[in-house]
């Protein structure tokens, strides 16, 4: 019944009627003024709302603009790519990741492992470093130029002899990941992972998500690279027209490094 009432109260909220008050409220629902000012505060307690402390109305809380944007990107992101990871890793014989931007890091938020005896171990929920990964460089490529000023004014760690950690080499690394399409590492953020990686975008074209698989250094050579650089393109060209975006083009495949 308590889950019935705030979900009754936050469907009333829509870009039109952004804000509501709580005689607002008790008009659109019906009820008494005093049970909707007692519920508006506890949603507002809990997170679910925020109130204006001139006005007293109250607008949806940012704990669930979090949620649902942190929704928006993995449930049904998740739900469309999964069958292409899946296609990605039969067709490399690799483990095959599904990875989202999350602040100045990536995470992980899908996995499909190989049945390869000698594989890279990808973790569900793993976060990882934007300049020493291929899924890192395709991401932080795709971000507008004052993102990548401020993420390349940090201190660029260094993870093994391989990481790149001059601003102005990476600065033109991602300048090559978004020429062709596809980004690179090979044992810069540990020393026996390689990997390539594709963008997915959005309806909007922005860069949404990335699609990549890793290797271990002994099966890492131009012709793997080449082909693992195609599959994850086409992997992440069919997610991103799922997900709406329709002027998807694949970069030229070349095995550079």
């Not at 039109?16 to 049970?35: G, I, T, W, Y």
């Not at 594989?119 to 460089?137: E, N, V």
């Not at 990548?148 to 600065?171: M, S, Y």
Request: charged share 20%.
């Amino acid at each position: 019944m308590m889950l019935k009432k705030v979900n009754d109260i936050l469907t009333l909220f829509s870009p039109e009627r952004p804000e509501l008050a709580v005689l607002e409220v008790a008009e659109l629902l019906r009820r008494p003024r005093s049970s909707v000012y007692r519920l508006l505060g506890r949603m507002a307690t809990a997170g679910f709302l925020d109130q204006d402390p001139n006005t007293g109305r109250y607008r949806v809380g940012i704990m669930l603009a979090a949620l649902g944007e942190l929704a928006r990107h993995s449930t049904s992101l998740q739900r469309v790519a999964y069958p292409e990871l899946c296609r990605l890793g039969e067709e490399t014989g690799e483990s095959a990741v599904l990875m989202v931007l999350s602040g100045q890091e990536g995470v992980t938020i899908d996995v499909v492992e190989t049945y390869h005896p000698l594989r890279i171990p990808q973790h569900l929920g793993g976060r990882f470093p934007l300049h020493a990964t291929a899924g890192g460089k395709v991401l932080l490529a795709g971000e507008p130029a004052a993102a990548i000023d401020q993420f390349l004014a940090r201190p660029l760690p260094r993870c093994t002899g391989n990481t790149i950690t001059q601003p102005a080499r990476l600065r033109r690394e991602l300048e090559v990941t978004r020429l062709r399409g596809y980004g690179l590492s090979a044992g810069e953020w540990f020393d026996d992972v390689f990997a390539v990686a594709a963008p997915i975008r959005d309806h909007r074209s922005r860069v949404m998500a990335a699609v990549g698989a890793a290797c271990p250094p002994s099966r890492w050579n131009q012709r793997t690279i080449k082909s693992m650089a195609a599959a994850c393109q086409r992997a992440a060209l069919a997610v991103s027209r799922a997900m709406g975006h329709s002027n998807v083009r694949v970069g030229r495949v070349t095995a550079s490094r």
